[in-house]
């Protein structure tokens, strides 16, 4: 193989910044990729895969904004919307945010800020990645062949009575599952063992600390998920009476098993997009976070309280009123913890030197989702007003908000912040800022009327709506094409900058953190020398070159 | 690349001095818990009594399985940490679900053989359905009486 375009060597005036023996020179040809053992290479294919995985997903919601353009038939039948929300849910969900953050930036990064050369188990992440892409081949294997027309949930009885293509997509589910368990027990591990000198557990990043929260989930959770999709397969395949009522089961039983993996998986998606934002703000203010042990101890309060809150998915399923208030109690835990690392991080930014880059445009983005959506998540964890909501657009509305609002924001904000890490190449801050403002406008502009609609009693899953519904969806359709543009953009500049974009150097941001202390891009052991460290992250009492800001308060 | 340095020798050396026959007496135990298990599904347990039992045996011989087999017997204080926390979320799944069966309105738990046979509910969802309409009730009262001789209806005709 050719040298990739990242290695291309540049201008000769740049060439002292650049590390020219970098893990992505380090070897040549397609079998060094496929059989490496490098995180950051692994980190780099998943960057690759997840990111097809988002275009397909977003083609997938591209398509269903389309047919709800109009009241009636627009694009397709019934059946192919129903086909389509299903596998725009199931991409997204399980392709695309589950692994995204923690499959890329997790391993990219969590060695590099505990000075450690690799991953604990460096063969067992390359085995994630495959069972990665087996997984994403299987259940999409089940798209192309009739799809299925569950939703994502696959809620039962008719999950196990339809006659669409759902074994191979829960089998494919199944498999990433493996993959999402194989990548947190990886990430404990380093934590727990791979720390370098001196990085104890109150100096490690909060990244790291949010990312070790999201990995015990992953571990608790996930096979409850896989042990879930096999009875769902097995009744539709044997017809077991486990979840179907007409066999003695219970349809119940199935949400809460589903939602049991499901709300934490939330926090699977949520948590690491909150430790994006714990490294990016304190790179924006030039200041240590406000409340390190505050912050750290709510990623795992929130893992921990996750888990207490399934059933206010099941308010309106037949789940006794004894559960349903006890569940609506327990949900409002999470905002404690969640509004612990709010406070913090806007603390954080008093008294700070906030350059207006990118990456905080899309901390401002997320501030506003998590806090938005998250609000609108209290109010639905409120039987009452459940009621009323459920099923509705306002639901659609707000899990868009808290879920694909604050990834994206974290993922845009990660790729953007840590581009020069990853590629020793800087891209367009002008281009960046035009784009960072088209996606939170078109987010807003997308989902705000399904608030509205979803108030208004539109429910979701529908192909046809009454005509006083229509000028509200074609404002949200309107904003999903604002969207695409803005994430079109962005692949095309960064595309363009890894061939052209500006040499970036070691620390083009002045940041403290300690992933910006070796050469960009790293070299393949990481580090030219063993770490010992002798401070706390982004402490900026000692400044590097370019800070602005010469305290840390 | 360095790393801390990690004082697990000791626990090396306990499980090397844990002799073979411990596992033959726990391999016992499995088999023993297997044949019980097998003798009881024979025996007409009430209901549940036959669930609580097949599942204390079951929890009995998955333990001895994880404290010795996987050697969590020898291991100090995070794996054990780690299996306790699995545990808790193991009752928490449990314990959740078996309140929601046990507070649920009854018609929406099927699989219990007193719901199947259970009327629909009436026009108020929350209360079973009434006594049947005047006119398909049986007949009743002393001015309803049917004559002496008279052939009887059968009621709701």
Same mark, same amino acid.
């Given at each position: 193989?050719?040298?990739?375009?990242?290695?291309?060597?540049?201008?000769?005036?740049?060439?002292?910044?650049?590390?020219?023996?970098?893990?992505?020179?380090?070897?040549?040809?397609?079998?060094?990729?496929?059989?490496?053992?490098?995180?950051?290479?692994?980190?780099?294919?998943?960057?690759?895969?997840?990111?097809?995985?988002?275009?397909?997903?977003?083609?997938?919601?591209?398509?269903?904004?389309?047919?709800?353009?109009?009241?009636?038939?627009?694009?397709?039948?019934?059946?192919?919307?129903?086909?389509?929300?299903?596998?725009?849910?199931?991409?997204?969900?399980?392709?695309?945010?589950?692994?995204?953050?923690?499959?890329?930036?997790?391993?990219?990064?969590?060695?590099?800020?505990?000075?450690?050369?690799?991953?604990?188990?460096?063969?067992?992440?390359?085995?994630?990645?495959?069972?990665?892409?087996?997984?994403?081949?299987?259940?999409?294997?089940?798209?192309?062949?009739?799809?299925?027309?569950?939703?994502?949930?696959?809620?039962?009885?008719?999950?196990?009575?339809?006659?669409?293509?759902?074994?191979?997509?829960?089998?494919?589910?199944?498999?990433?599952?493996?993959?999402?368990?194989?990548?947190?027990?990886?990430?404990?591990?380093?934590?727990?063992?791979?720390?370098?000198?001196?990085?104890?557990?109150?100096?490690?990043?909060?990244?790291?600390?949010?990312?070790?929260?999201?990995?015990?989930?992953?571990?608790?959770?996930?096979?409850?998920?896989?042990?879930? +999709?096999?009875?769902?397969?097995?009744?539709?395949?044997?017809?077991?009476?486990?979840?179907?009522?007409?066999?003695?089961?219970?349809?119940?039983?199935?949400?809460?098993?589903?939602?049991?993996?499901?709300?934490?998986?939330?926090?699977?998606?949520?948590?690491?997009?909150?430790?994006?934002?714990?490294?990016?703000?304190?790179?924006?203010?030039?200041?240590?976070?406000?409340?390190?042990?505050?912050?750290?101890?709510?990623?795992?309060?929130?893992?921990?309280?996750?888990?207490?809150?399934?059933?206010?998915?099941?308010?309106?399923?037949?789940?006794?009123?004894?559960?349903?208030?006890?569940?609506?109690?327990?949900?409002?835990?999470?905002?404690?913890?969640?509004?612990?690392?709010?406070?913090?991080?806007?603390?954080?930014?008093?008294?700070?030197?906030?350059?207006?880059?990118?990456?905080?445009?899309?901390?401002?983005?997320?501030?506003?989702?998590?806090?938005?959506?998250?609000?609108?998540?209290?109010? +639905?964890?409120?039987?009452?007003?459940?009621?009323?909501?459920?099923?509705?657009?306002?639901?659609?509305?707000?899990?868009?908000?808290?879920?694909?609002?604050?990834?994206?924001?974290?993922?845009?904000?990660?790729?953007?912040?840590?581009?020069?890490?990853?590629?020793?190449?800087?891209?367009?801050?002008?281009?960046?800022?035009?784009?960072?403002?088209?996606?939170?406008?078109?987010?807003?502009?997308?989902?705000?009327?399904?608030?509205?609609?979803?108030?208004?009693?539109?429910?979701?899953?529908?192909?046809?709506?009454?005509?006083?519904?229509?000028?509200?969806?074609?404002?949200?359709?309107?904003?999903?094409?604002?969207?695409?543009?803005?994430?079109?953009?962005?692949?095309?500049?960064?595309?363009?900058?890894?061939?052209?974009?500006?040499?970036?150097?070691?620390?083009?941001?002045?940041?403290?953190?300690?992933?910006?202390?070796?050469?960009?891009?790293?070299?393949?052991?990481?580090?030219?020398?063993?770490?010992?460290?002798?401070?706390?992250?982004?402490?900026?009492?000692?400044?590097?070159?370019?800070?602005?800001?010469?305290?840390?308060? | 690349?360095?790393?801390?340095?990690?004082?697990?020798?000791?626990?090396?050396?306990?499980?090397?001095?844990?002799?073979?026959?411990?596992?033959?007496?726990?391999?016992?135990?499995?088999?023993?818990?297997?044949?019980?298990?097998?003798?009881?599904?024979?025996?007409?347990?009430?209901?549940?009594?036959?669930? +609580?039992?097949?599942?204390?045996?079951?929890?009995?011989?998955?333990?001895?399985?994880?404290?010795?087999?996987?050697? +969590?017997?020898?291991?100090?204080?995070?794996?054990?940490?780690?299996?306790?926390?699995?545990?808790?979320?193991?009752?928490?799944?449990?314990?959740?679900?078996?309140?929601?069966?046990?507070?649920?309105?009854?018609?929406?738990?099927?699989?219990?053989?007193?719901?199947?046979?259970?009327?629909?509910?009436?026009?108020?969802?929350?209360?079973?359905?009434?006594?049947?309409?005047?006119?398909?009730?049986?007949?009743?009262?002393?001015?309803?009486?049917?004559?002496?001789?008279?052939?009887?209806?059968?009621?709701?005709?």
């Amino acid at each position: 193989m050719s040298q990739s375009l990242a290695t291309t060597p540049p201008a000769p005036a740049d060439a002292p910044a650049y590390n020219p023996r970098n893990y992505l020179n380090a070897e040549a040809g397609i079998a060094s990729w496929l059989l490496t053992r490098d995180h950051k290479r692994i980190a780099v294919m998943y960057l690759v895969v997840t990111t097809l995985s988002f275009a397909l997903g977003g083609f997938y919601a591209m398509l269903i904004r389309i047919e709800l353009l109009t009241p009636g038939p627009t694009i397709m039948s019934a059946m192919s919307y129903n086909r389509m929300f299903t596998l725009h849910g199931v991409v997204m969900i399980f392709l695309f945010m589950i692994p995204a953050i923690p499959g890329v930036f997790g391993n990219f990064f969590l060695p590099l800020m505990l000075g450690a050369r690799d991953v604990a188990f460096p063969r067992l992440n390359l085995l994630s990645l495959y069972l990665y892409a087996i997984g994403a081949a299987i259940a999409v294997y089940g798209m192309i062949h009739g799809g299925a027309d569950t939703g994502w949930t696959f809620y039962t009885p008719y999950s196990t009575t339809t006659v669409t293509k759902v074994v191979p997509i829960l089998l494919g589910a199944f498999v990433l599952g493996f993959s999402s368990i194989l990548t947190g027990l990886n990430f404990i591990v380093t934590t727990h063992t791979l720390r370098a000198p001196g990085m104890s557990w109150m100096r490690m990043p909060l990244f790291v600390w949010s990312i070790y929260a999201t990995s015990v989930i992953q571990i608790l959770a996930t096979p409850v998920l896989g042990i879930t +999709l096999l009875l769902v397969a097995f009744e539709h395949a044997f017809g077991w009476g486990i979840f179907d009522p007409a066999r003695g089961g219970d349809p119940i039983l199935f949400q809460h098993l589903f939602w049991f993996y499901s709300h934490p998986a939330v926090y699977i998606m949520v948590l690491p997009a909150m430790a994006v934002m714990s490294e990016v703000i304190q790179a924006s203010a030039r200041k240590n976070i406000f409340g390190y042990k505050a912050v750290a101890f709510s990623s795992l309060g929130i893992a921990f309280v996750g888990f207490f809150t399934w059933g206010h998915h099941l308010f309106t399923s037949g789940q006794s009123t004894l559960d349903a208030g006890i569940f609506g109690v327990l949900s409002m835990f999470v905002g404690i913890f969640t509004a612990i690392k709010v406070f913090n991080w806007t603390a954080t930014l008093y008294e700070g030197a906030v350059k207006f880059t990118t990456w905080f445009a899309y901390f401002c983005g997320f501030l506003f989702f998590l806090v938005f959506g998250g609000m609108t998540g209290i109010a +639905l964890a409120t039987v009452s007003l459940d009621i009323h909501w459920q099923d509705t657009y306002f639901v659609v509305a707000h899990f868009h908000f808290i879920m694909v609002g604050s990834v994206i924001m974290a993922w845009l904000a990660a790729l953007h912040y840590w581009w020069p890490k990853m590629f020793g190449r800087l891209y367009p801050e002008g281009w960046g800022l035009v784009s960072a403002v088209l996606i939170i406008l078109g987010f807003n502009a997308t989902f705000i009327p399904q608030f509205l609609l979803g108030n208004y009693g539109m429910p979701r899953r529908y192909y046809s709506y009454p005509e006083r519904f229509w000028p509200l969806n074609v404002a949200s359709t309107a904003g999903a094409s604002l969207l695409a543009f803005g994430f079109t953009i962005i692949l095309v500049y960064l595309a363009i900058s890894l061939r052209w974009g500006k040499v970036a150097g070691p620390n083009p941001w002045g940041s403290r953190g300690f992933e910006w202390d070796t050469l960009s891009p790293p070299p393949t052991e990481n580090f030219l020398e063993n770490p010992v460290y002798t401070r706390g992250p982004h402490d900026y009492t000692e400044a590097p070159e370019g800070a602005e800001v010469t305290h840390a308060t | 690349m360095t790393t801390l340095p990690r004082n697990s020798t000791s626990e090396h050396d306990r499980m090397e001095h844990a002799g073979a026959g411990r596992y033959w007496i726990v391999w016992a135990l499995l088999l023993l818990g297997t044949l019980v298990t097998l003798l009881l599904s024979r025996v007409h347990l009430p209901s549940p009594f036959h669930l +609580l039992v097949a599942l204390f045996i079951a929890c009995a011989k998955s333990a001895l399985v994880v404290l010795f087999f996987m050697h +969590l017997w020898d291991h100090g204080g995070a794996n054990r940490l780690v299996f306790a926390t699995s545990l808790i979320f193991v009752v928490l799944l449990i314990g959740l679900i078996v309140l929601d069966n046990a507070s649920r309105f009854a018609l929406t738990n099927p699989g219990h053989g007193r719901t199947l046979d259970m009327e629909p509910p009436g026009p108020d969802i929350l209360t079973p359905r009434g006594p049947p309409e005047p006119a398909a009730r049986p007949p009743s009262g002393p001015e309803m009486q049917p004559e002496p001789g008279a052939p009887v209806r059968p009621p709701g005709r």
